[in-house]
């Protein structure tokens, strides 16, 4: 069974508008780690927000905020005021209690920004 | 702080050749774990190193192995090269305090083509 879903391949956005990407998980730990990573074209994995499992607000880091529902296993990411730059995959990853330092990550979300 | 290096950037090999890349992580980061990318496949872990030791390790063949330094600087090596070993291979370094709230940071990646 998957462990992170994603279950948007791709969301079109406009400029300044603020946009959701969706992240459904499964684990079996009580304690465990979510993660949000950006990659441009370039290549490089960008981190960009962490949510722990035993956090009981949700993480924000500046213009990135993360809708984390413990009972519902999601945890969303929300970029609010988009900008031309946010064009990239969205990766959203879990490291369990378990693991040591290993990430799952889901298959991404192709973010595209629009004048 | 310097960021994740990883040299080279891209290579090209053929099959049945042998490759090495390496990740010199982040100062005083002493867990180092790899990552290989294809559009297939998405993420998938490969190992990961602390202290030396291989912590963790991925569902793939014995062909892809690993080591670490004392200085914390990792290599991989994958040996009798296949196409399907074509992909961009990340190697992301943590400091690993403990628990789930260690955050991988990436290197931009090695791009490695088999013809």
């Known amino acids: 069974a998957q462990k992170i879903t994603q279950t948007q391949p791709g969301m079109f956005v406009q400029e300044k508008e603020a946009v959701t990407l969706d992240c459904t998980y499964d684990t079996s730990d009580q304690s465990y780690g979510l993660f949000w990573y950006k990659q441009p074209s370039s290549g490089e994995m960008i981190f960009l927000i962490y949510?722990?499992?035993?956090?009981?607000q949700n993480a924000t880091e500046g213009r990135y905020s993360l809708n984390f529902q413990k009972a519902r296993k999601s945890a969303n990411l929300v970029i609010s005021a988009s900008q031309l730059g946010d064009s990239a995959m969205y990766f959203c990853?879990?490291?369990?209690?378990?693991?040591?330092?290993?990430?799952?990550f889901g298959k991404g979300t192709m973010l595209l920004v629009s004048p | 702080k310097a960021g994740v290096t990883q040299t080279p950037r891209y290579l090209i090999k053929t099959r049945g050749q042998q490759v090495t890349l390496s990740c010199s992580p982040i100062s005083g980061h002493r867990s180092v774990s790899w990552y290989q990318q294809t559009p297939g496949q998405g993420l998938q872990f490969l190992f990961e190193?602390?202290?030396?030791?291989?912590?963790n390790k991925g569902n793939f063949p014995g062909r892809f192995s690993g080591r670490q330094f004392s200085n914390s600087r990792s290599e991989m090596n994958v040996s009798t090269l296949e196409l399907g070993d074509s992909a961009l291979y990340l190697c992301?370094?943590?400091?690993?305090?403990?628990?789930?709230?260690?955050?991988?940071?990436f290197g931009p990646g090695t791009r490695l083509t088999v013809l």
């Open positions: 949510q722990g499992s035993y956090d009981e």
């Open positions: 990853a879990m490291r369990e209690n378990s693991g040591y330092s290993t990430l799952t």
């Open positions: 190193y602390f202290s030396e030791t291989q912590r």
């Open positions: 992301a370094s943590s400091s690993y305090t403990s628990g789930h709230t260690d955050t991988q940071y």
